[in-house]
């Protein structure tokens, strides 16, 4: 049987002064993970390209959870000059960042391309957020015990990286970009770690999670397939904590993957599990960073140096 754990349990520690930006907060799993938050004392701030969405999120947050500090700023991942004024705004209203939440994605649209030419579950699920933390990066190293946790899915044991054809121009099969993209998403994870590590940093801690199965937005262009699996399907309160845990765990090791423990991963207690498939190539992770470089122009490598210098 596998350890019980759970967000609300007084074991796991209060996080009252922390600050946390959590992505996709409208609605959905970042909709729980920034209550969840509020709710253990962080201050978080709900990023969204639907600040409407978002404002009904953090006044109901506001309404249920005493004394919670939840704000909303506009952040679309399909363009990297919202990435960046959102980030400069933040460091500058803030300075520190204790948790970062990747959480936002889209799931097997229709074709289409985001600001910079990339196709958009590649550009918003991975390159949206590698950009965010770029930008977020200095905040995060200066804070002590701070942590970036990126969302991945299940399906990152299918997916595989065409080089060859990564913007999907030459056919395009809305699901398999999205298990690209969400190999990417961990692999990227992994590798921010390590390369952290490999500098000396204690902070931040870089750490991945999946929610198994949950019926959310997420499938609205799936409607067969969410019929299909929603027997295979847990709430969004334990489809959430594989995300809380990797950010509120004292446990907690840079470099790992917290997911379900059921069947599958589809369901089941929030647990560490291990990456799968090609999402344990350490060779594709280093080999997705240098790409992501490449396409955002964006020198991750050097600004980790530059953060670390900051920190001797």
Known sequence: MAEKWDRRDDSVPRVDGKRAV?????????AYIAEALCAKGASVV??????EGAEKVAEKIVSSVPDAHASVRFLDLADPVSIEEFSAWYISEYGALDVLVNNAGIMTPPYFKTVKGFESQWGINHLGHFILTYHLLPALT??????VVTQTSIVHRGGRMDFKDINSERSYSPWR???????????????????????????????????????TDLYRNRERMRRWLR??????????????????????????????????????????VGPHGKGKSDILAFRVWELSEDMTGLDLSARLRECASCKR
Do not use: I
């Open 22 to 30: 959590v992505t996709g907060a409208a609605s959905g799993l970042g």
């Open 46 to 51: 709900l990023a969204d390209r639907n600040p």
């Open 142 to 147: 200066s804070t002590p015990g701070s942590r």
């Open 177 to 215: 970009a999205y298990k690209q993209s969400k190999l990417a998403t961990l692999l990227f994870s992994r590798e921010l770690d390590r390369r952290l590590r490999s500098l000396g940093m204690d902070a931040p801690v870089s750490v991945a999670c999946h929610p198994g199965l949950v019926n």
């Open 231 to 272: 027997p295979f399907m847990h709430g969004l309160e334990a489809g959430a904590m594989p995300a809380l845990r990797a950010a509120l765990d004292p446990e907690v090791r840079g470099g790992g993957l917290y997911g379900t423990d059921g069947w599958m991963e589809f369901k089941g207690r929030a647990v560490p």
